[in-house]
């Protein structure tokens, strides 16, 4: 093969006309504008960028957020027209990581850092959940521009940071300026980066290019102070991704810079020594870099410690057999807006890998063309054992359990590299071969090589379909796969002239390819999967319509339940300043989710409704109103199980009536996503226990009016004498089958009182239902209503912080349970302390609520007035960091009530102050201040040395002696 220079762009020779000295200058300007590869790389990512986000940006009116998503929560809240269209699968960025940021944001507008978020739960930790990126980079346009324009300048910035870095460490590894934009674009529009980037995930993800970008001009550079440089930028890019907060993308990109290091510094010397200063090197800018994140990271740790949930997680793999997804990413029915139809409720993970046909194909043939390139090897190896580990195809998965904090790592969330890996290895294929002319033959089997590689992954979408072939799933093939394929194809075969033009010798034919190739690329990612995040009409992004205002007016800054299934989406609620007894699934503080499971559903753990009301749990939760779209009922039995179809053998539970005039049952149902299928219907009938054969009521329901999952009333003429008696409920579908059916709900185990059995054999179980009588619990006040839903006010309600005389300390953690779960438990009158404190229990009646002066998120000012000795009741999260001041002393906090906090109190008049102040947050800051003065120090100490000539012996500095004279000089 004949070696050609590595510039695609020959030296033009000077110009030797006689132009005015004006044009000329003018024209050189152009010319250097023309050829300066800097600017063809911020013009060329940033067309894409534009042709990306074309739909936000372009679409009046429009919210780059799947926002129509909030309707689904409960539209009669919201009073909205349904939108046609739901973006279901992108519902994290809805529930989770906007409402926090815009929390985030008030409070820091305010000069406030929001450690606490007091309206979720009864407070949960903020800061301390690092998904929410309080100081990550990529929050600042939020913050300047606001939720709707800065959200979508956000995502912009992700890609193009990731395009800019990859490209830097490309052209780092001497690859050709238009092959590394290429593959520069592959990467920024990767699978796994088109669709979590509205989550942090995207600003994690910086870490690897940027940490790659760094290390390699580290190893490159030629003085003392420009390694010093360059590491310290290795450091930022470390604090950037724990900043940008998604704790698994940034261990899976830290892990594979780490081995990058250790790979170029194996390389670099075969000095033992040397390697071993280099490594430390790296070593001690990399602890710094996390050191610059102690106060974000410190208060996580601290959260992972309590936390239950991060135990409780199950590592998870993409299924081996949407492998071929990741070539074609489209095949189970997304559409190009990416909205939910009929076929497209298949998860969006299965393409997280997806690069492009085409960069596929190019990173195998470097098998044959690269075999004796170090750097091949490297990423070679690197990409099989993440693909093994993402599809769980060895048992690769498995290694990862033994590595601290990630257990419980998910494996899809390194599908990233994967795709890194495959486009480094096909700039260096594409690069090897813009460099040395193939041979007639190579090109030839290069093309046949093409062919063989694209016909086996049309095989493969055919084998695909087959084995996960469904009705659904046959119509999306027939309506989808022909215009992808088709589609592919082309691309495919756009990126294979480019490479064959690029191996020409002549400039003509080079230029053009390589701008083919620079196309293709983009059109294979960024094009094909342009609009898989929706773009939704602002009308529906956080509505202020009047049922919300109603909430709002009624409630204040009282404690809410949402009952039965009705709810603002989980963190909403942060969007209307409405404290909400709900919380999203990330909040796992262990005894206070045990105590909330009793009180709502367990097996939802995204919604998590309320189901059982009752005067102690709405006490001890401090809640005030509840919201609710039926009649409030007396109380849920229990919580949901699991379904149980209803089909033509007869269902029986019996059950006591607690009140006269029985006027309907609730029943919890299911239509298993079938609402508009399902033609059957259910016959209901009651009778008294003791005498089944006597009908007393009865209806025939249509399973078309039956929720997708919720209480369903059937309603009848009130029985007057209801109370005391049982009774017998009578289920069946006589004209159902199994894919025209309704499942009740069934809990295990059997209620007392109650019994259930299927054609009269018994069964353990028991229906979860509710009986609703005329006459309602008078506790339960209605304040507001109006044709959709009703506002209740609990007339027994307590204030967060209130004071009795009675405490009651049980000997271990089952008797603490038996005493604050009891029913005649009733928290105004006494508290329970928990088995470890050392406080003596104490008698007594006095009931006091305290008077609140001042209440913050992280500081709470009240006072109040005894006449005995007695002890402070909250509703606060008991989470480390809260600290209590009674009169200016402080007092030591006890876990009170099973999951909250509370202190004694003497006797007289009291002045208390409540304080959230975690030393992990202080640690942090104290962290952070010394990490960046080390950094600096250790730039500053090797920039004396900057005139020093590094080159391979670079290893030797001696920086230890440097930093001491720094710091000897500045003390």
């Known amino acids: 093969m004949e070696r050609l220079p590595l510039s695609s762009l020959p030296n033009e020779k000077k110009t030797t006309t006689s132009e005015p000295a004006s044009r000329t200058t003018s024209g050189n300007v152009i010319t250097r504008l023309l050829k300066n590869e800097i600017l063809h790389l911020v013009v060329i990512l940033n067309l894409t960028l534009v042709i990306f986000f074309s739909t936000p940006i372009f679409t009046p009116n429009s919210y780059y957020l799947g926002v129509d998503v909030l309707q689904r929560a409960d539209n009669t809240l919201y009073g909205l027209p349904k939108p046609e269209k739901s973006n279901i699968g992108f519902i994290d960025p809805i529930r989770y990581f906007q409402p926090n940021l815009q929390y985030a944001m008030q409070r820091l507008t305010k000069g406030e850092i929001p450690l606490w978020n007091p309206y979720n739960g009864n407070g949960i930790p903020l800061l301390a959940s690092i998904q929410v990126g309080v100081f990550s980079p990529f929050s600042l ?41 290429a593959c520069s674009i592959a990467f920024m529009y990767n699978g796994y980066m088109v669709i979590w980037h509205v989550g942090p995930h995207g600003g994690s993800l910086v870490t690897l290019p940027a940490g790659m970008f760094f290390v390699e001009r580290a190893m490159q550079a030629r003085s003392t102070r420009g390694q010093a440089l360059h590491m310290a930028g290795l450091a930022l890019a470390l604090a950037v991704g724990i900043y940008a907060g998604h704790p698994e993308t940034f261990f899976f990109a830290t892990l594979v810079v780490s081995v990058y290091i250790l790979f170029r510094v194996w390389i670099f010397s075969s000095e033992i020594k040397q390697r071993l200063i280099l490594a430390s090197k790296f070593a001690l800018f990399g602890i710094v870099g996390l050191g610059l994140t102690s106060l974000q990271l410190l208060p996580f740790i601290e959260y992972l410690r309590v936390n239950i949930g991060v135990r409780a997680r199950i590592d998870q793999q993409l299924f081996q057999i949407f492998m071929i997804n990741s070539i074609f990413p489209k095949l189970h029915g997304y559409n190009d807006q990416s909205y939910s139809d009929g076929y497209g409720k298949m998860g969006t993970e299965i393409f997280l890998t997806h690069v492009g046909a085409a960069f596929v194909f190019l990173a195998i043939v470097g098998l044959f063309v690269l075999t004796k390139n170090k750097y091949f090897w490297f990423f070679g190896l690197v990409t099989l054992f993440f693909f093994g580990y993402v599809y769980n195809i060895f048992p690769i998965n498995g290694w990862f359990r033994y590595l601290p904090f990630i257990e419980s790592a998910v494996g899809q969330r390194a599908s990233f590299v994967v795709s890194f890996g495959i486009c480094c290895i096909s700039a260096m294929v594409l690069n090897q071969l813009y460099q040395v002319r193939p041979s007639r033959r190579t090109l030839l089997w290069l093309i046949e090589g093409a062919l063989f590689f694209l016909a086996n992954a049309l095989i493969g979408v055919a084998l695909n379909f087959e084995q996960t072939k469904t009705d659904t799933k046959s119509k999306a093939f027939q309506d989808y796969v022909p215009a992808q394929t088709g589609y592919v194809i082309i691309v495919f075969g756009l990126i294979v002239v480019a490479t064959l033009l690029i191996t020409q010798p002549r400039r003509y034919w080079r230029v053009p390819g390589l701008i083919l190739l620079v196309c293709s690329s983009f059109a294979q990612g960024g094009l094909y999967l342009r609009d898989i995040n929706g773009t939704s009409d602002v009308k529906y992004a956080w509505p202020l319509t009047d049922g919300i205002k109603a909430v ?190 309704v499942a009740a709900y069934l809990t295990i185990p059997t209620l007392k009182g109650s019994s259930l059995s299927l054609d009269g054999n018994p069964l353990k179980g028991a229906l979860l239902f509710n009986p609703v009588y005329t006459e309602q619990v008078h506790i339960y006040t209605p304040v507001w209503q109006n044709s959709r839903f009703s506002i209740y006010r609990f007339e027994d309600a307590v204030p967060r912080y209130y004071s009795v005389g009675q405490t009651l300390k049980p000997k271990d953690e089952a008797e603490l349970s038996d005493l604050v779960l009891n029913q005649n438990f009733d928290p105004a009158e006494a508290a329970v302390l928990s088995p470890e404190s050392e406080l003596t229990p104490i008698s007594g009646t006095e009931y006091v609520p305290a008077k609140v002066l001042e209440e913050r998120p992280e500081y709470k000012r009240m006072e109040l007035t005894r006449q005995t000795p007695g002890f402070l009741a909250t509703s606060l999260t008991n989470y480390p960091g809260w600290k209590v001041f009674v009169n200016g002393t402080e007092v030591p906090v006890v876990r009170t009530n099973y999951a909250f906090i509370g202190v004694p109190l003497p006797a007289g008049k009291l002045d208390i102050v409540i304080k959230y102040d975690p030393l992990s947050f202080k640690l942090g800051i104290a962290g952070t201040l010394i990490s960046l003065i080390l950094l600096i120090g250790l730039v500053a100490s090797a920039g004396r040395s900057a005139g020093r000539s590094v080159g391979r012996s670079v290893g030797r500095v001696d920086w230890q002696e440097s930093f001491k004279s720094f710091l000897k000089k500045r003390s």
Not at 154 to 161: R, T
């Open 141 to 181: 346009p939020v913050y300047l521009f606001g939720m709707k324009d800065g959200w979508l300048l956000s995502q912009y910035l992700k890609f193009l940071v990731i395009g800019l870095f990859t490209y830097g460490f490309l052209k780092a590894l001497k690859i050709n300026h238009w092959i590394a934009i």
């Open 552 to 741: 709002q007016t009624v409630a204040g800054d009282d404690n809410i339940a949402f009952y039965n299934g009705f709810y603002i989406v989980p963190q909403g609620n942060l969007f209307y300043d409405l404290h909400d007894l709900r919380f999203f699934d990330a909040m796992y503080i262990p005894n206070y989710l045990t105590l909330f499971n009793q009180l709502s559903n367990p097996a939802d753990i995204i919604n998590r409704p309320i189901l059982r009301i009752s005067p102690r749990n709405l006490k001890l939760f401090g809640v005030h109103y509840i919201v609710s779209h039926e009649s409030l009922p007396n109380a849920i039995t229990t919580s949901t199980k699991e379904p149980f179809p209803i089909l033509r053998t007869p269902i029986a539970q019996t059950f006591t009536a607690g009140e006269a005039n029985l006027k309907a049952i609730q029943l919890m149902t299911a239509t298993y996503g079938r609402l508009t299928a399902n033609t059957c219907n259910i016959e209901f009938k009651l009778s008294e226990a003791s005498n089944p054969n006597v009908t007393l009521r009865s209806s025939t329901l249509p399973c078309t009016k039956m929720p997708e999952q919720g209480f369903f009333s059937i309603e009848f003429e009130p029985i007057a004498d209801s109370k005391g008696k049982t009774y017998q409920i009578n289920l069946v579908s006589p004209d159902s089958s199994t894919t025209n059916v």
